[in-house]
Antibody, heavy 119, light 110 residues
Framework: EVQLVESGGGLVQPGGSLRLSCAAS????????MNWVRQAPGKGLEWVASIKQDGTAEYYVDSVKGRFTISRDSAKNSLYLHMNSLRAEDTAVYYC????????????WGQGTLVTVSS | QSALTQPASVSGSPGQSITISCTGTSSDVGTYNFVSWYQQHPGKAPKLMVY???KWPSGVSDRFSGSKSGNTASLTISGLQADDEADYYCCSYAGSRPYVFGTGTKVTVL
C-alpha cells in the first residue's frame, strides 16, 4: 500500500525557517517525480515544488523561488521541503504528492502538515 | 502564474448530472492534454479522479468523466450521489511552470 506521511509542520515566526519531511513507503520511491502542494486555510490548492526521480531537476512556483528548496533522499525514501524567510502568506497545510507519471497527475497524497507563520 | 478559472459552486439533485468547467489559456489547458481533476472532502487530502483529460485511475467510478475543448476542460459527474458533495479542483501542466491548479468548485448535492 502506498503511503506518504508528512511531518515537521508547526508555528514559526516571520523570517524563520522550517524543514518538512515526507516519508514514503509501498512503492519504489526512486522511480517517481515527487511534489509539494499547499493549501492556505479556507483556500484552494497551490502547487509549490517538484523534483525529478534522481534529484537532478527541480521546479518551483514563483512565490517561493529563492526561499524554498525541495530535496529527496532515496536511501531513506524521503522527500523534504526546506523553507526559509517564511512569510505570513506561507501559512498553509503542506501536502506531499506523488506524480502518477510526470505531468499526468498526482495519484497519491499524504495527510498534510500545517505550517503557521505568525508572531 | 494565475490559477485556472472554475465556478465557485455547482449543485444538483441526487441522480442528476452536473458539469464543472475549468478555463485556462493557450499556455496550459489549451496546449497540453495533461489536465487532472481532484476531489477533496472537508479536512481530507485531495483524491485524483481523472487524469490526462479523460482517464480514470484505478478504483475511481466511471460516473466521473473528463473532456476538453480549446482552453476549457470539464468534469461531468453523472448519477450524482450524496458522497459526491465535496470541493473539486482541476490542474493542468503548464510547461515551464509546470503545474497550475484551478480556483476550486464546491459541489452541493441538494
Amino acid at each position: 500500500e502506498v503511503q506518504l506521511v508528512e511531518s515537521g509542520g508547526g508555528l514559526v515566526q516571520p523570517g524563520g525557517s522550517l524543514r518538512l519531511s515526507c516519508a514514503a513507503s509501498g512503492f519504489i520511491f526512486g522511480n517517481y517525480w515527487m511534489n509539494w502542494v499547499r493549501q492556505a486555510p479556507g483556500k484552494g490548492l497551490e502547487w509549490v515544488a517538484s523534483i525529478k526521480q534522481d534529484g537532478t531537476a527541480e521546479y518551483y512556483v514563483d512565490s517561493v523561488k529563492g526561499r524554498f528548496t525541495i530535496s529527496r533522499d532515496s536511501a531513506k525514501n524521503s522527500l523534504y521541503l526546506h523553507m526559509n524567510s517564511l512569510r505570513a502568506e506561507d501559512t498553509a497545510v503542506y501536502y506531499c504528492a506523488r506524480d502518477l507519471d510526470h505531468v499526468r497527475g498526482f495519484d497519491y497524497w499524504g495527510q498534510g502538515t500545517l505550517v503557521t507563520v505568525s508572531s | 502564474q494565475s490559477a485556472l478559472t472554475q465556478p465557485a459552486s455547482v449543485s444538483g439533485s441526487p441522480g442528476q448530472s452536473i458539469t464543472i468547467s475549468c478555463t485556462g489559456t493557450s499556455s496550459d489547458v489549451g496546449t497540453y492534454n495533461f489536465v487532472s481533476w481532484y476531489q477533496q472532502h472537508p479536512g481530507k487530502a485531495p483524491k485524483l479522479m481523472v487524469y490526462e483529460v479523460s482517464k480514470w485511475p484505478s478504483g475511481v467510478s466511471d460516473r466521473f468523466s473528463g473532456s476538453k475543448s480549446g482552453n476549457t476542460a470539464s468534469l461531468t459527474i453523472s448519477g450524482l450521489q450524496a458522497d459526491d458533495e465535496a470541493d473539486y479542483y482541476c490542474c493542468s501542466y503548464a510547461g515551464s511552470r509546470p503545474y497550475v491548479f484551478g480556483t476550486g468548485t464546491k459541489v452541493t448535492v441538494l
